[in-house]
């Protein structure tokens, strides 16, 4: 049987349990037992733990989970999406530039109003003088007020207008960021999932626990303790504040925190055994000790010559090794011990 015709079960997100550093996952998947009870549970994030994962069929439905690994799925996918977001952000980076041109040539307009200045013509050395004409100064200042009173109002509008194109093109280039480090660059969708072989009744239709852990979460508490004045009493609050970057949708997930590491190692403890009944004086300690290691091989050498032959005039003596050895003799008594 090939990849292609194993069953695949839809998961959901059912429970997280966030730890102080990391969140263990639930995901529930149901189907009916194949018949040759292998199956593949998708949906599941690519930042999980592969050797946290854990799969086990809830309900007394007589099937069991044999064998339970992570498979990675790879295939190439077109290139439409990352392109649309390409031309989108240059689309919005030319209307960026247009109204960033526009607001330019409002502000340049504003200046050149604003350095508007009565000139008097030039006065020859031979003409006599002549009055200033304070109703044309005052209409070209009643001009130049106006006129400044429209720029700037339509300034204001393009200020506006630049912050909105510039907001949509720092989103829309935050979306390309994502997905150009999501997805690998040779444009290969991947997708991970739990291959799981069943042991049951084929065709019984089952639900699967998926139970794995992944490290990008963490949560902070937070207290507030409210007090009225004169009062004794108070109440205190505790607010959980998680972060999580899985790559998982946590909304409308049943959720619980634990102050505990999960990847922290705890063994069980070692008790140590009691005994219990009389109490017993402890044996006094004895003087005999065992005799040394090769104490019997001591002499075997000199049981083995045997006695010497005897001769005329003087004891029995016999050769061992090439030097000659006496009779045994009687040991000598040890000498009796000292009075105090």
Same mark, same amino acid.
């Given at each position: 049987?090939? #990849? ?6 839809? =998961? ?10 990391? @969140? ?22 690519? =930042?999980? &733990? ?9 309900? #007394?439905?007589?099937?069991?989970? $044999?064998? @339970? ?11 439409? @999406?990352? &392109? %649309? ?18 607001? &330019?040539r409002q502000a340049g307009l504003?200046?050149? !109003? ?17 009055? !200033? %004409? ?14 400044? !009173? ?29 997905? =150009? $480090? &999501? @997805?690998?660059a040779s444009h290969v969708a ?49 607010? %959980? ?6 790559g998982e949708d946590w909304t ?6 634990? $102050? ?25 300690? =004895? ?16 049981? !083995?010559?045997?006695?010497?032959? #005897?001769?005329?005039?003087?004891? %029995? ?24």
């Amino acid at each position: 049987m090939t #990849a292609g015709t194993v069953q695949r079960w839809a =998961s959901a997100l059912d429970g997280v349990v966030v730890y102080a550093q990391g @969140a263990l996952c639930t995901r529930l998947a149901r189907g009916g037992v194949p018949a040759d009870g292998r199956v593949r549970v998708t949906g599941l994030p690519r =930042s999980l &733990d592969p050797g946290s994962l854990r799969a086990r069929v809830t309900g #007394a439905s007589g099937v069991r989970v $044999t064998e @339970a690994r992570i498979e990675v799925e790879a295939e190439p996918v077109g290139a439409e @999406a990352p &392109d %649309a977001l390409r031309r989108e952000v240059e689309r919005l980076r030319d209307a960026y530039e247009a109204v960033l041109g526009r607001r &330019d040539r409002q502000a340049g307009l504003i200046e050149e !109003t604003a350095a508007l200045r009565p000139v008097p013509p030039a006065r020859k050395r031979d003409d006599p003088h002549r009055r !200033t %004409a304070v109703d044309a100064w005052l209409e070209l200042a009643d001009f130049v007020d106006e006129r400044l !009173t429209g720029l700037h109002a339509r300034l204001v509008e393009l200020e506006e207008e630049l912050a909105e194109a510039e907001r949509a093109l720092s989103a829309a280039a935050d979306r390309l960021a994502r997905a =150009s $480090t &999501d @997805a690998p660059a040779s444009h290969v969708a991947t997708t991970v999932s739990a291959a799981l072989t069943l042991d049951g009744a084929t065709g019984t239709e089952v639900e699967v626990e998926v139970e794995y852990g992944v490290p990008g979460a963490v949560w902070v508490p937070a207290y507030r303790l409210t007090v009225r004045q004169g009062d004794s009493r108070g109440r205190l609050v505790l607010r %959980a504040s998680v972060a999580q970057r899985t790559g998982e949708d946590w909304t409308g997930v049943r959720l619980a925190l634990a $102050t505990a590491d999960l990847r922290r190692r705890t063994d069980l403890p070692r008790l140590r055994s009691l005994r219990i009944g009389r109490r017993q004086p402890a044996p006094a300690p =004895s003087g005999w000790r065992e005799p040394p290691a090769g104490l019997s091989d001591l002499f075997t050498g000199y049981d !083995t010559a045997g006695p010497r032959p #005897a001769r005329a005039g003087g004891p %029995a003596k016999a050769a061992v090794g090439g030097h000659a050895v006496g009779a045994a003799q009687p040991p000598t008594p040890p000498p009796p011990p000292p009075m105090y």
